[in-house]
């Protein structure tokens, strides 16, 4: 298959065709494993803590609660401290190691960056699919974190799952040659910096892209303290939105839900295969919410999906909040037909 890629710059604009080499395919498929990985390694939280196994071993308090303590709120049931550092442990490790991950792939390229998030997740997985006591368990968690700033069953299986897509990732990236624009940017061999170029687009005639990097490369350079300019009055509108879109995204609380999907069909009074078959059913219409809005994005806009997202969010949280407090309440569970509406 060719492709059509057009390059500006400090030229006239070149058009040429590329094709779609065998580099680009596999680096689309480190890229999904990554993502994966952040998926899954977030998603699971929810069901494992939800299996009546798990909770047995790590967390027999809230078991107890749980099952056996009918003047427990509903919404008190899983209020532990060990259980929510289980669950945060995760992130706080993926905020602190994605710091460290851009100053590595700004100074080694992305190859050592991927590659030791990969061993990050295999061992985290590990860990955690042999853990005997809470210790290990978050120890487990933690080192999954790492590899998230780098990139009806049993909980053992679920946690060790993630071994699969970070052996893929680990692989691919030793496949995967150091990227063009890394190895520019490092001062490194650019007659093997343009090699590269050349595979990845299938042809030979790349040399105004090539130029292209070159001068970006040296522009970035001159540039002191990037974080200071984007500080700048004419940055701001960039910097607020940046911070404000993710940031409102979260508080809106849909991430809440989703996370903890499992665990809030078990409090409304669903069974353990019921909770988790219905976290599945909501991953898949999430999923296909989002292709949808990957076909008609170009036709709609941005600020349209946008507004649709925040509109339905809005819309369905509300919802989800007027039935639980008027029919759920604190102790007891809803009736069937209120919570298959639910």
């Known amino acids: ?19 779609i080499t065998w580099l680009v395919l596999l680096s689309c498929v480190i890229a999904a494993s990554g ?23 790590f967390f027999p308090g809230v078991y107890s609660k749980m099952e056996n303590d009918p003047n427990t709120s509903n919404y008190c049931k899983f209020d532990s401290q060990l ?8 992130y706080m490790s993926g905020l602190i190691a994605s710091f460290s991950a851009s100053r590595l792939t700004r100074d080694y390229g992305r190859k050592p960056s991927i590659i030791i998030g990969g061993v990050a997740f295999l061992a985290g997985a590990a860990i955690g699919g042999v853990a005997y006591n809470i ?16 990139a009806n069953q049993g909980w053992r299986i679920s946690l060790s799952t993630a071994a699969i897509p970070a052996s893929i990732l680990i692989v691919g990236a030793l496949l995967l040659p150091e990227t063009p624009n890394s190895l520019i940017q490092q001062g490194r061999d650019q007659h093997k910096a343009k090699t590269i170029l050349q595979r990845i687009r299938g042809i030979e005639n790349v040399q105004v892209e090539f130029d292209d990097l070159i001068t970006a490369s040296e522009a970035s350079r ?14 701001r509108p960039q910097l607020v939105m940046s911070i404000a879109i993710p940031f409102f995204q979260q508080v ?17 009074g669903f069974g353990e295969s019921e909770s988790l078959l219905s976290a599945v059913i909501l991953s898949i219409s999430g999923t296909g919410m989002t292709i949808l809005a990957s076909l008609i994005v170009d036709k709609l806009g941005r600020r349209v999906i946008f507004h649709i997202g925040g509109i339905l969010m809005f819309v369905t949280q509300m919802v989800i909040a007027v ?15 209120v919570a298959f509406y639910l």
């Open 222 to 235: 001159t540039i002191k303290s990037p974080f200071k300019n984007i500080l700048k009055r004419r940055y």
């Open 83 to 90: 259980l929510t550092a289980f669950s945060s442990s995760l």
């Open 135 to 150: 210790y290990m368990l978050i120890c487990g968690r933690l080192l999954l974190g790492v590899g998230v700033g780098f």
């Open 1 to 19: 298959m060719a492709v059509s890629i057009a390059i500006g710059g400090s030229h006239e604009d070149v058009q040429y065709n590329g094709k």
């Open 323 to 337: 039935i639980m407090a008027v029919k759920l309440k604190d102790q007891g569970a809803l009736s069937q037909g």
């Open 252 to 268: 809106t609380g849909i991430t809440v839900i989703s996370f903890y999907a499992p665990i809030l069909f078990r409090t409304i």
């Open 35 to 57: 993502g994966l990985l952040f998926g899954y390694d977030t998603g699971v939280t929810g069901g494992v803590t939800s299996m009546e196994p798990f909770l047995k071993k």
